[in-house]
């Protein structure tokens, strides 16, 4: 069992290119969600997805969008990629159909460097 | 503002004594709470969990303690071991999570041998 895959696992990027970080799932949760590590800041929400074919913004969620067209994939785009991006980014699942429980389970990371 | 506050950035223990990671948050509509590890360069794993309606939940060597009224909440660890070493997040969410977690900032746990 897989769980969460992301890709690229780092990249370094000029600024004003646009970038996807990719996401995928095979536990079939029907919520998924972006987080972007910082130092000393810890992760904050940039979007959510609560089930295939909506998305909700976080508390970060400027400069970057989302799609969910499939149960299974989550990308978070850049359209134009400035330096304050430099991050660790983590994508998240969780099966909030389970009553009770609220257990996100998360990817390895993106380390991504916006020069 | 933040709403999960873990106020110690580090804390350091000895192999075999109790860790105790503390937590408060403000947001009173909170009503699930969670513990989060994480190693360099890996993606925070679950570690235990605990609902406003109680005050204590226990797994092997991790019990956490909930005190709603002081919006505390604490992460005891014992014995601890050198694997323990991490940095751990306090989560929080309200109403079944759908807008996502609110983490703290961290705390690095280094067990010395």
């Known amino acids: ?28 949760h029907n919520a998924m969600y972006w987080y972007r590590q910082d130092l000393g800041l810890g992760l904050r929400l940039i979007h959510y997805s609560n089930t295939a074919g909506t998305t909700g913004k976080g508390e970060v969620p400027d400069g970057y969008s989302v799609s969910r067209a499939n149960t299974d994939d989550f990308p978070l785009t850049l359209a134009s990629a400035v330096p304050s991006q430099t991050s660790v980014y983590f994508c998240a699942s969780s099966d909030r159909m389970r009553e009770g429980r609220n257990e996100q389970f998360f990817g390895p990371g993106t380390r991504l460097t916006v020069l | 503002d933040q709403q999960v506050k873990q106020n110690s950035p580090s804390l350091s223990v000895q192999e075999g004594r109790i860790s105790i990671l503390n937590c408060d948050y403000t947001n009173s509509m909170f ?39 002081a919006k505390h909440l604490s992460l005891h660890i014992v014995p601890s071991q050198p694997g323990d070493s991490a940095v751990y997040f306090c989560a929080a969410v309200s109403g079944g999570g ?16």
């Open chain 2, 31 to 69: 009503d699930y709470f969670l513990w989060y590890k994480k190693y360099p360069a890996e993606g925070p794993t679950f570690l235990i969990s605990i609902s406003s309606i109680k005050d204590k939940n226990e797994d092997g060597r991790f019990t956490v303690f909930l005190n709603k009224s």
């Open chain 2, 98 to 113: 759908a807008d996502g977690l609110t983490f703290g900032k961290g705390t690095h746990l280094i067990i010395q041998p």
């Open chain 1, 1 to 28: 069992i897989a769980g969460i895959t992301q890709a690229p696992t780092s990249q370094i990027l000029a600024a004003g290119r646009r970038m996807t970080l990719r996401c995928t799932q095979d536990m079939r």
